[in-house]
């Protein structure tokens, strides 16, 4: 059977057909990126304005204690203190095998739904919050607290405290969010990370122990 050669009339048909189904793509990608986008600007803009009326608080509390009491992930959770080198650690494990391990005194960490662990690591100034997937380990996201400005120091304190929520945006949309609390030599701050991409969504810095009221009196809405 002899094959029908296409005319050139035909190939520019073709040619043009891809054209568009090219553009039609691009302008479907362009305009879901451009929701996105307006989505998180109106989130970022509904936490922001929740931190700004709220006031810090700190818990003085055990953070990895208070994490560890509050755990309701699926992984069994082992605490390891190693008293001659004063360390410790959280051992994540599953059916005999170690999932995942993080530091243990002063760390921070909360699950979702999902098997999600949101781990708080303070360090300097600020510290590092990580996600991680509990079924395997593998690392999601990690960011760089904001923190306070700092110039210049010889010794610092830092000690963070986190939990998570959700958050309504001005369209009724529902997006889960990490609270950061940091307490630090020069000053307070409130953080509020986007649980999926570990994005910035707001932060205030507080100077004085003025901005400071008991923890019933600053909640996020």
């Keep these: ?17 891809k054209t568009f189904c090219a553009i039609a ?7 879901a990126l451009a929701g996105d986008t307006d989505s998180f600007a109106r ?10 009326n709220m006031s810090f608080e700190f818990d003085k509390s055990n953070p990895v204690y208070k994490s560890i009491d509050e755990y309701r992930g699926k992984c069994q ?11 410790s650690e959280v051992r994540f494990t599953s059916d005999g095998k170690t999932i995942l391990t993080i530091p243990g005194f002063g ?3 909360r699950t979702d739904e999902d098997d999600h662990l949101y781990v708080a690591v303070p360090g300097g100034e600020g510290g590092i919050v990580s996600a991680y997937d509990l ?8 960011s760089k607290l904001k923190a306070i400005s700092v110039l210049s120091h ?3 304190r830092s000690e963070v405290t986190m939990s998570n929520s959700s958050v309504t945006g001005p369209a009724g949309a529902v997006a889960y969010v990490l609270t950061i609390h940091g307490h630090e030599t ?8 986007d649980c999926e991409t570990g994005k910035l969504l707001a932060h205030r810095q507080f100077d004085s122990v003025e901005d400071s009221k008991p923890a019933s009196e600053s909640k996020l809405k």
Aim: hydrophobic content about 35%; glycine content about 6%; aromatic content about 8%.
């Design 1 to 17: 059977m002899r094959r029908r050669r296409r005319t050139n009339k035909q190939f520019l048909g073709l040619s043009k057909m």
């Design 25 to 31: 793509i691009a302008l479907t990608v362009g305009s």
């Design 43 to 52: 989130r970022t803009s509904k936490c922001q304005e929740n931190v700004d």
């Design 77 to 87: 959770l082992h605490l390891i203190l190693d008293p001659v080198k004063r360390t």
């Design 107 to 109: 760390t921070s960490f």
């Design 135 to 142: 079924r395997d380990g593998k690392k999601l996201w990690e």
């Design 154 to 156: 010889s010794a610092y």
């Design 186 to 193: 020069f000053g307070d701050y409130i953080e509020i990370l």
